[in-house]
């Protein structure tokens, strides 16, 4: 079986991959992740899951590289880490009552050197809260590394009213139903033997 790599340091990712029971090493892409203007993002998402794992294939020939980026959509508009509480208070005011689409982008590049690429987007509706709330929940979680801020592995499911995806690992980072087809099409089956 070839090796795998994960072109992610995200710890959010990395405890996603172990529930496959792989090895697998972690590598961190060198990718400028800015949207492009006039990007749309989907596309961003994407491109950037498929520029991480191509920056980590260059020093890992022979392996499995998977990447990811996740891109949150209001309305056209991409919302991205806010690496900052008060980013991060901007951002849950105005997602509050909305529905916000979260494009989990999966990339993932075989032995040989071809790659696959898909999105697989959860769609969330936000409740709408007090301030107050979202504040305690950011000063609680400190989700500044999240797209949108929200956190649904842990107290950021108070946030949300509803989600809808074909995939629950999506939201979280790892779209995992996604990865294991994309890892059969590179010759690694699972559940291992």
Known sequence: MPS???????????????????????????????ARPGEAPRDTACRLALAKARAV??????????????????????LSKPGSHEAALVQLTRMQGREVVFHTALAVIGPDGTHQVDDVPTAVRFRVLPVEQLDAYLRAEKPYDCAGAAKIESLGITLLESVRSDDPTALIGLPLIRLTSMLAACGVRLPAP
């Open 57 to 78: 294939a260059l020093d890992q020939p022979g392996a499995v590289v998977i990447g990811s980026d996740q891109v949150a959509d209001v309305d056209g508009e991409a």
């Open 4 to 34: 795998i790599v994960l072109a992610s340091t995200s710890p959010y990712r990395r405890e996603l991959l172990h529930r496959l029971r792989l090895p697998f090493s972690v590598r961190s892409p060198q990718v400028d992740e800015d």
